[in-house]
């Protein structure tokens, strides 16, 4: 295992020694309580400046801890802001694969349909924006709870729900599951939340590469799935390129 | 080659932001580039753009859109030009520079030409021969103003040395040369429907009017040649080589065929900065009895000219950007509809957003915006609701209008642009119509609407009904307010429109 990174340390020590004072602390006062030479502080000082951490009220000034760092976590990505971004992606996946899109991301506990295109055959259909997919069994919740953290926590001590006798409900066949997704980039669910339904979902990036939401395409296992019962090849491919075109108009990859 | 798949681009110059799409032979999008250009709001009333830097965004853009798809240019079989329309720029063909900020659409600085106007000429007879009301929406009174700007603009532009165009005309100007590149010179034209919004153009002959050019003091010489909405308008030489450019067309009038509303009776309601209702009226010319204009929806080259009435509503999504950059009451546009969500009602708070005076069903050039019944239970969530309210009342206004001019009601709306993404707006917009609001799987018609056109004036589609099949339901909200409660916000509705036209009408006032 590889060491610990130094100046990670130092900066976590700072960082702490600023939320404990109830005065702003000066550059000289910072490095004298952790110990360390007035450079090395002062170079881990404005990198937390400059990443938003801390901040001064003047320049020169004293150092206090930003507020920014008290919202990390809720900071995360508006589900109405995430659909108007998205919408133009969905429209075309919907219209390629003829199948329902869907835009799910991880919020307040709960995976929750951002957005949703009707498939294009003219039936009856009702859009289910703001409904909950199931984490363990849908295939929007599989590639958050394989790449989003919180998601994955939430799921930790909660009995997994059987809807049907292909939902897995298995812990160890679900990490191995997980695994697979996170190795392929996608995820699938064939009949797992509802008999008959598959779905195909990949991850939605922001721009510092973590994932925020899901997108997929959901329909019957006849028209998504092979005789094999696996997802189609060049439906994967519709939904994994709809997602990094997503990710990328978020930011991911590109250079404005 | 053969084999190598071809695509048709679109660039939708708006009042916003720049885009330019492509999309594939089914209408489905393939790549999208965009960028927000600078507006600037120098005093009250007045709304200006800076051309060159909206043609330097285009510069960027097309080239992106293509590298993002890994397209080359020879694989865009045509491009389609669509823009903000009514929006004046003069420039000078010789520097490529031009000579003034552009006056955009929302601008309301032109009361006193108007006034002029109006005395030397009979308004109802430019409404006879233009379909528009003498109002400061349309380009001839923003081209007066801007000729009477600076010194000798006026000399200059009588000895040919300017050139006048909405966005379409410069854009293309520039792409096909401008003052010179590589050899060629841009080509000053520009199409019937945005010809149509300038209030120089006649409806029945589809060229200036002589009579009006006179009124507005403007020489023929500075104006574009009209074309029809799809033509032949040569290739792109800036900033790539050799694309055909395929149609011309005001964006509103673009997402109508976005829409695929090609047949007389068809409707759709585009909601972007501003909101516009579009009921194609076949071949003929009909009047409005109840405040919509008449205004060519297009003309596809060796066809006749298709008309459309129109329901304009100046503020709609321009009203959420206003709390975004003027308020700082949310960071992103989107953020509206998550503020407002969290009431159930608006706290009796209503907002009558009359920035540009109020356009259709009103046409008042003075009023301005109110916001009223403001209590100390009014929270910023309350009028945040309010906001996106207004863009649903003002809707169900020209919804009535176009209702009374059919004289049969619509049974449904078919609604685009890029609000539809607020969900909570289009159900307040089912909820006060009393009508299922549907949109289609493209939101972004005016981009498609370009594309379509430009696409059909190359033979790439054979002819607008094969374009039916690409249109597909992919939202649709019914209606579940409850309807006392309806008819008592529509009440309170009127009553605050009737304050936003009051407050402008005291004596006294001057905007400048």
Redesign the interface.
């Known amino acids: 295992m590889p060491g610990n990174v130094q100046s990670v340390e130092r900066a976590a020590a700072i960082l702490r020694l600023l939320a404990e004072e109830n005065e702003p602390l000066t550059l000289s006062q910072v490095a004298t309580a952790l110990g360390l030479a007035k450079g090395t502080a002062h170079g881990i000082v404005r990198t937390l400046q400059e990443v938003g951490f801390i901040e001064q009220d003047q320049v020169n000034g004293p150092y206090r801890v930003a507020t920014e760092v008290f919202r990390l976590g809720w900071t995360r990505l ?4 995430l ?3 998205t ?3 969905t ?2 996946l ?3 694969t003829g199948e329902s899109a869907r835009v799910a991301a991880f919020h307040a506990g709960r995976a929750q349909v951002a ?4 498939r ?1 055959d ?1 039936g009856t ?3 289910v ?1 703001g409904s909950i997919v199931p984490l363990h069994a849908s295939a929007l919740g599989k590639v958050l709870l394989a790449f989003d953290p919180g998601a994955g926590r939430s799921v930790v001590k909660t009995q997994l729900t059987p809807f049907t006798h292909r939902t897995i409900i298995e812990r160890v066949s679900l990490h191995r599951e997980l695994a697979t997704v996170r190795d392929s980039g996608w995820a699938g669910a064939v009949g797992e939340v509802e008999p008959g339904v598959a779905g195909i979902a990949a991850p939605i990036r922001d721009a510092g590469g973590y994932v925020v939401a899901a997108v997929g395409i959901e329909g019957s296992i006849d028209r998504l799935c092979d005789d094999r019962m696996r997802p189609r090849a060049g439906l994967v491919t519709h939904v994994v390129r709809v997602g990094r075109a997503i990710s ?1 108009e978020l930011g991911h990859g590109r250079e404005w | 080659m053969v084999n190598t798949p071809r695509y048709v681009a679109a660039l939708d110059q708006g009042t916003t932001s720049t885009r330019c799409m492509v999309f594939d032979r089914h209408g489905r999008m393939v790549s999208i580039a965009q960028r927000e250009h600078r507006r600037y709001f120098p005093r009250p009333g007045w709304v200006e753009h800076d051309a060159a830097e909206i043609w330097s965004i285009v510069r960027k853009i097309l080239p992106q859109a293509l590298s993002e798809a890994g397209l080359d240019a020879d694989q865009i079989i045509a491009l389609g030009v669509t823009n903000q329309r009514e929006t004046t720029v003069v420039w000078d063909p010789r520097t490529g520079q031009p000579v003034a900020k552009a006056i955009v659409w929302q601008d309301t600085r032109t009361g006193p030409v108007l006034s002029r106007v109006g005395l030397e000429f009979d308004a109802d007879e430019i409404r006879t021969r233009t379909g528009l009301p003498l109002h400061h929406y349309f380009s001839a009174p923003k081209l007066r103003w801007l000729l009477d700007s600076g010194p000798e603009l006026q000399d200059r532009a009588v000895r040919g040395e300017l050139l006048f165009g909405t966005m379409d005309s410069w854009i293309t100007w520039n792409l096909t040369g401008g003052a010179g590149f590589d050899g060629h010179r841009g080509i000053h034209v520009t199409d019937v429907t945005n010809a149509s919004r300038t209030m120089l153009m006649n409806l029945q002959t589809l060229d200036w009017d002589d009579d009006l050019l006179a009124v507005f003091g403007v020489p023929r010489s500075m104006l574009p040649q009209i074309h029809p909405s799809t033509d032949s308008f040569g290739l792109t030489r800036d900033p790539l080589p050799g694309i055909p450019i395929g149609a011309l067309i005001g964006d509103q009038q673009a997402s109508l065929m976005g829409q695929t509303a090609f047949d007389a009776g068809q409707a759709k309601c585009t909601f972007g900065t501003g909101s516009f209702l579009l009921l194609n009226t076949g071949q003929e010319i009909v009047r409005s009895r109840h405040g919509l204009i008449t205004t060519v929806a297009h003309k596809i080259a060796g066809g006749p000219a298709v008309y459309a009435l129109e329901g304009s509503i100046a503020v709609a999504g321009g009203l959420v950007q206003w709390c975004r950059d003027s308020l700082g009451l949310i960071r992103s546009p989107a953020e509206i509809e998550t503020l407002a969500a969290g009431v159930p009602d608006n706290g009796g708070c209503y907002v009558v957003p009359a920035f540009s005076g109020l356009f259709a069903p009103y046409w008042n050039s003075a009023a301005q915006g109110i916001m009223v019944g403001l209590t100390s239970y009014v929270t910023k969530e309350h009028i945040a609701r309010a906001v996106l309210e207004a863009t649903a009342w003002q809707t169900r206004d020209v919804v009535d209008a176009m209702n009374a001019d059919a004289g049969v009601p619509t049974l449904s709306l078919a609604v685009d642009g890029g609000m539809t993404a607020d969900n909570l707006l289009m159900q307040m917009v089912a909820d006060v119509l009393d009508i299922p609001v549907v949109r289609p799987m493209m939101a972004e018609t005016v981009a498609l609407g370009a594309g379509y056109a430009a696409g059909l004036a190359v033979g790439y589609w054979s002819d607008p009904q094969v374009l039916r099949r690409h249109w597909q339901r992919a939202g649709e909200w019914r209606p579940r307010i409850d309807p006392a409660r309806r008819e008592r916000e529509l009440a309170q509705w009127r009553a605050a429109v009737s304050l936003a036209l009051s407050w402008g009408e005291r004596s006294g006032v001057d905007l400048s």
């Open positions: 508006d589900q109405n802001e659909r108007s971004k919408m133009n992606w429209d075309a919907a219209a390629r957005h949703h295109v009707f294009g003219g259909q009702v859009l924006t990328r």
